[in-house]
């Protein structure tokens, strides 16, 4: 009996464990190139999804959001794109530089230098972040109307390894 006792509490704790990894952690592909060179199609991701529970996005963080909320791409597709400027935060891009808060910010993760296109300012929402992806040529990100500012409650979590 004390066999199998100990055989009920060592299963309900495997299948206690599954549970907190799966509620916590979703490994997704890289399904375009809107992240290079960071991040490139076909590699996987492990995102951590209760890393905002008791935190706020901060800049330079890496975050998942909902296909089907934000991009033009398809359905039931997560993207990637990186925290650029936070509540509070003013963000302009012009002369193929990126302003936050009225001072260029240095992108080494780039994958070209430069950002194209201009944008007038744009103020960040409480409860919202303006992402955009490191590809900016093939990126559908804050800067498109098709995306803008996201919200907060729509990210499914921050983005900590690749393989």
Known sequence: MKKFIAFLVAACLGVGAGVAISVSFQVTDVTDNSMLPSYSEG???LVNKISYRNSEPK?????????EVYAITGEGKV???RVIAVPGDT?????????VNNKPITEKYTFTEGTSGEMDQVNVDEGHVFV???NRAASTDS???AVGLVST???LGKVIYKW
């Open 43 to 45: 590699e996987t991701v």
């Open 59 to 67: 800049r330079g963080d890496v975050i998942l959001l909902p296909n």
């Open 79 to 81: 993207m990637m794109k």
């Open 91 to 99: 963000v302009l891009i012009t002369g193929g530089k990126v302003y």
């Open 132 to 134: 955009l992806g490191d």
């Open 143 to 145: 800067r498109s109307e």
């Open 153 to 155: 409650d729509d990210i």
